[in-house]
Structures are given as structure tokens and as C-alpha cells.
């Protein structure tokens, strides 16, 4: 996921931030496809699997991510939650691993480990001392190739996805809404099924399903490998070759497009269930971020809409706080917009708002699209560009603190066919985009034949019980 939140001196340099071809590398190394200006490299080991390295010598500490390109979007119906529960049995053994071993070696050797799914796709990674990565990297190749586990694990563990999708989805009333909401914009993208997979499909998905999904996707060809941290791109280099790069590869099934027809017409679902405040989420379908090269090129609206995201409420006090949640004209507790911009399927720009007490959900959609039409009518003045531009380059520059954010960064651009240094083109790209590219999108892209509403109806709530106001997912239906 892109950060939509970097000085502007930073934006002035930004275009020498580029790509650019590796220098010779010493005698019997081996020289990296790319390098960028951070210092970054990628490789291509012998089976074809990808490798990323971010050398970074802060702390004596490293973190390996293991990218595989693919999510709940590679699903068919029937076995939707098939990659969420995947990830799952990740951690319940391979050829050499009992259940729950790979956690305690982990933890043993002073690391923490996670996981996660999205419809894009999947990663798994381990945060150690740098000199415990060798260590990691035998683990994770092993599970990745040899992923193995008795049938009753795979019973126990589907319950576990179960009650999670009870816990995050089902009683939450507005994350709820939102996935009727996303199947409601998609019909033909695969974007249409929630990630942690449709209840039914989860009480009848089998262990052979599970391991069907294994044997299909992964495979070295599909996966990146990203190291970022205390560590010699070489010596790296030299290790994933001897662990991964000996990994077997199987052919990848072709990927169909499939494509979403064009909107004609309004959409509107509600949404009834237990709750205190009524909630509403606008979906225009909008251009998605595809090359990232320059700004001749259709990147232009998607970028444009994301500074537009920014400027409604990229800060506090942001135009929809000002006009929405403040003053005596206030209609919402609060109000947020959203670019989902970057990924591999299709875009959307996202609107939601909580009316406040005395007033209505309509009143609230109302006041949203006011909002974008006065962007489409008066632009959006220069300091106020200055000001997300300058944040932008903020947040981003902050991201490059974290190795966790470092290697995160490079993996999603690995999965979206992005350059390595995406983040930095994308700075470059910002600092061009005006006031009339900002206001011409919000002219084009929110009227109703693009737009589905979703509109959370509260029902009373049960003697006693709690409130579940929590926000929704995010764009992404990421779940770790």
C-alpha cells in the first residue's frame, strides 16, 4: 500500500531519484539487475525467483519479507477465503516442521513474525538480528516449498478463520457494510468477494483445496524475496541463491483478464444492523496506477486523485473536517476520503461519512459531494496543494525509518509490476500536478454513472449488549 501522506525541498530533487542501470560489480560477484538511488538492488536467482535487498546500517537488525504474487483475486467461486486460509497453514508445518514449529525456531532465534493477505497478494516476514538471517531464510524456504500438515490441523485452523471473520466482518456493522458495499461496485473483477473468503464457501472448503492453492501459486517464479537491514547485498545475494535459488519451479496457470464493464447507472445498497450511528460510504470507480512513468500517460487522473484524496482529508482540517464536522453547519462526527489507486485490479475513490446527532445519512452524502463539487468548480488554492505536496513528502521520507516499511515498499512495487523506486517517481510526478489537474478529476469522475452508495441502517441494539462502531477495512481488505 502507497503512503498518501513527503518537504517540499525534497520534491525539487526528487527527479534524480531514478532508476538507474547497476555499476560493474568486482570480479566473481554477481551485479544486481537494478539499483536505485537508496541503494536498493534486485537480482534474479537461477530458478527465476526475484530478489530485493535494502541495505541498511542503522541497527545490527534485518527483516525478510517473502512477497508471493497472489491474493484472494486468484480465487474461483466455491473456495473464496482459499488464500487467507493458505496463510494460515503456512504455520502448521512442512517436511522438517512440526505444527507451530517455524513460530518458536523464530522466536528463538529473537525475531518476531507475522503475515498477511490481500486480494493482490501475500507475504510472510520475520524481523531478527542480522546475523540470525541465513537462519530465517532456511525456514522460510522450507515452508514455502514443503508445506505440509495433517488434515486435523486444517479443521482446527478453518474454525479460527471462521470466528475471525465473525469478529472482524460480521459483527462489525460498518466493515460488514463494506464488503456488501465492494460486492455491490464489482461484478466481473474478482475484487467482488471479501478476502477472508464468503462464510459458506469457508464450511465447506476441504484441506485438499488448501493445498491445491499451495501446489498451484507458489512457486519461485511467483515470489520475491526482500531483505532490508544490517546486510551485504552480496553476501545476501549469495545465501538466496544457495536456499531459495535451488527451490523447483512448476508452470503458473494462465491469469484471464477479467475485465469490469462500464457503470451505467447509480447504485445503492443498505445495510441494516445493530448499531448507534447510521454510516455511509460513497465508491466511484476511477482510474488505477498502472506505470507510473510520466505524466503524459493515463497515471495523470489516478495521481490527480490522489492529491484530491489529500486535499479532503489528507491532514487535520482538512476540507471535510472544515466544512462537514466543524461549525455550526455540522453534519458529521466525521468524515474521510480515500484514492484506492494502486493495485492489481480496479480503482476507487472512496467517501464516507458518520452523520452526527440530528441529522441523516442522506444529509451527510449530501454534504460529501458538495465538497468535491466545489474542488470541480473553484480548484483548489496553491497553498493548499503546497501543503499535502509537503506532507506527502514528510510521511514518505518518515516511511524509510522503519525496515518494516522499507521492504514493505519494495515488495508491493515487485507485486504491482512497479519500478523498484516507485515511491520516488511518484514524488517527482506530485510536484507537477496543479490545481486544474486536481480540479478537472474532480469534475470527471464523480457523477452518479460511476458512483455506488452503501448506506448503514442502525437497528436497536440488544439489552446489554456493546456497541460495534469500529471503521471499516481498509480499500485493500488487507488481513493479518
Known amino acids: 500500500m502507497k503512503h498518501i501522506l513527503l518537504a517540499c525541498g525534497v520534491l525539487a530533487c526528487c527527479g534524480a531519484l531514478a532508476q538507474t542501470p547497476a555499476p560493474s560489480a568486482p570480479v566473481g560477484a554477481s551485479a544486481p539487475l537494478v539499483t536505485t538511488a537508496s541503494g536498493a538492488q534486485e537480482f534474479r536467482l537461477a530458478n527465476g525467483m526475484q530478489l530485493i535487498v535494502q541495505p541498511d546500517h542503522r541497527a545490527p537488525t534485518a527483516i525478510q519479507m517473502l512477497w508471493v504474487r497472489v491474493g484472494s483475486m486468484d480465487e474461483v467461486n466455491g473456495t473464496t477465503g482459499v488464500a487467507h486460509a493458505l496463510e494460515h497453514m503456512m504455520f502448521k508445518g512442512s517436511a522438517k516442521l512440526a505444527p507451530g514449529e517455524f513460530s518458536r525456531r523464530v522466536a528463538q532465534l529473537g525475531g518476531q513474525e507475522n503475515a498477511f493477505t490481500t486480494r493482490d497478494y501475500t ?52 466493515a460488514a457494510l463494506m464488503e456488501q458495499l465492494n460486492a455491490a461496485v464489482f461484478t466481473a473483477s474478482p475484487y467482488h468477494h471479501p478476502v477472508v473468503g464468503w462464510m459458506s464457501d469457508l464450511d465447506s472448503l476441504k484441506p485438499d483445496d488448501v493445498r491445491a492453492f499451495h501446489r498451484t501459486w507458489y512457486t519461485p517464479t511467483n515470489a520475491a524475496l526482500v531483505v532490508a537491514g544490517d546486510v551485504d547485498p552480496q553476501q545476501v545475494r549469495a545465501w538466496a541463491e544457495q536456499i531459495y535459488g535451488q527451490l523447483p519451479v512448476h508452470a503458473l496457470p494462465e491469469r484471464k483478464p477479467q475485465i469490469e464493464p462500464e457503470q451505467k447507472g447509480l447504485r445503492r445498497i443498505e445495510f441494516k444492523a445493530p448499531a448507534e450511528q447510521a454510516y455511509v460510504a460513497l465508491a466511484f470507480r476511477v482510474p488505477a496506477m498502472k ?31 472544515r466544512a462537514l464536522t466543524q461549525g455550526p453547519g455540522r453534519v458529521a462526527d466525521s468524515a474521510s476520503a480515500y484514492a484506492s489507486i494502486f493495485g492489481r485490479g480496479p480503482a476507487l475513490f472512496m467517501l464516507t461519512g458518520v452523520p452526527t446527532q440530528g441529522k441523516s445519512a442522506a444529509d451527510v452524502e449530501a454534504a460529501l459531494r458538495a465538497e468535491v463539487a466545489r474542488v470541480a468548480k473553484d480548484g483548489v488554492s496553491p497553498a493548499e496543494l503546497a501543503r499535502v505536496k509537503a506532507q506527502w513528502a514528510a510521511s514518505t521520507i518518515y516511511a524509510r525509518d522503519s525496515l518494516q516499511g522499507q521492504a514493505s515498499d519494495l515488495g508491493s512495487n515487485w507485486v504491482q509490476d512497479l519500478p523498484l523506486d516507485a515511491d520516488d517517481r511518484l514524488l517527482a510526478l506530485l510536484k507537477d500536478v496543479t490545481s486544474a489537474d486536481v480540479q478537472s478529476v474532480a469534475a470527471r469522475y464523480f457523477g452518479d454513472d460511476q458512483l455506488t452508495v452503501g448506506t448503514l441502517l442502525p437497528q436497536p441494539l440488544a439489552a446489554g449488549a456493546k456497541p460495534r462502531e469500529s471503521a471499516a477495512s481498509g480499500a485493500d481488505g488487507a488481513l493479518r
Open 123 to 174: 507475504g510472510y516476514y520475520q524481523q531478527i538480528p542480522a546475523g540470525r538471517l541465513k537462519d530465517v531464510m532456511e525456514l522460510e524456504a522450507d515452508r514455502f516449498a514443503h508445506n505440509q500438515w495433517p488434515d486435523e490441523e486444517f479443521r482446527k485452523e478453518i474454525e479460527v478463520v471462521k470466528e475471525e471473520r465473525r469478529m472482524r466482518t460480521e459483527d462489525q456493522p460498518r
Open 291 to 321: 506505470k507510473l512513468q510520466d505524466m503524459a500517460s493515463a497515471d495523470k487522473d489516478a495521481l490527480s486523485l490522489l492529491v484530491l484524496s489529500a486535499v479532503l482529508s489528507g491532514y487535520d482540517g482538512a476540507r471535510l473536517d
